[in-house]
């Protein structure tokens, strides 16, 4: 089975955040197109061309990249890496269902694009919660802390810090 490369950024000292973001303001004007040593010219394909454009904006917000080949399929371990979760919760959510696994010998495999559904589907109904305490404490009055913090806008940046994990 294929391993999953995961890379954490590495920027050299003389790559500077600001080549990045010229870089992305250069792909937003441009088609690119690569130059052979012997001066061949390939543009290069629009999909590429997007994955380029995506990758470049990312890093140029400080934000690490993961590439995963369509059809992969992760060990529990990596699922519940994945998911921030332990694989024995893992293991409950795939008896009950709620993500489709395959069996390869005695082990579960999880493919990526279900993992990544279930995230979504779990993230948004952790947001839909979220909303409905909110409008449930503002109905009861309980909108506003003692220190005149707002509740709202806490709950809401620490469910965007769990979101990120």
Same mark, same amino acid.
């Given at each position: 089975m294929e391993k999953v490369k995961t890379n954490l950024p590495f920027?050299?000292?003389?790559? @500077?955040?600001?080549?990045?973001?010229r870089?992305?303001?250069?792909? @937003?004007?441009?088609?690119?197109?690569?130059?052979?040593?012997?001066?061949e010219e390939i543009y290069l394909p629009e999909s590429i061309y997007q994955i380029l454009r995506e990758v470049t904006s990312l890093l140029a917000q400080?934000?690490?990249i993961t590439l995963v080949p369509q059809d992969h399929y992760l060990t529990t371990q990596e699922s519940a890496n994945l998911l921030n979760i332990s694989r024995t919760y893992l293991y409950t959510l795939l008896n009950?269902? =709620?993500?489709?696994? =395959?069996?390869?010998?005695?082990?579960?495999?999880? =493919?990526? @694009?279900n993992l990544l559904e279930y995230?979504?589907?779990?993230?948004?109904?952790?947001?839909?919660?979220?909303? @409905?305490?909110?409008?449930?404490?503002? /109905?009861?009055?309980?909108? /506003?802390?003692e220190d005149g913090v707002?509740?709202?806008?806490?709950?809401?940046?620490?469910?965007?810090?769990i979101d990120k994990y």
């Open positions: 920027f050299e000292d003389h790559v @500077e955040n600001t080549d990045l973001l870089l992305e303001a250069l792909l @937003e004007n441009t088609h690119p197109q690569l130059v052979g040593v012997d001066g400080g934000k690490g009950q269902g =709620k993500i489709p696994y =395959k069996m390869i010998g005695t082990h579960r495999r999880i =493919k990526i @694009e995230k979504t589907q779990r993230d948004s109904d952790r947001r839909q919660a979220l909303s @409905e305490l909110i409008e449930a404490t503002q /109905e009861l009055g309980f909108y /506003e802390s707002n509740l709202e806008t806490v709950l809401i940046k620490n469910l965007d810090f």
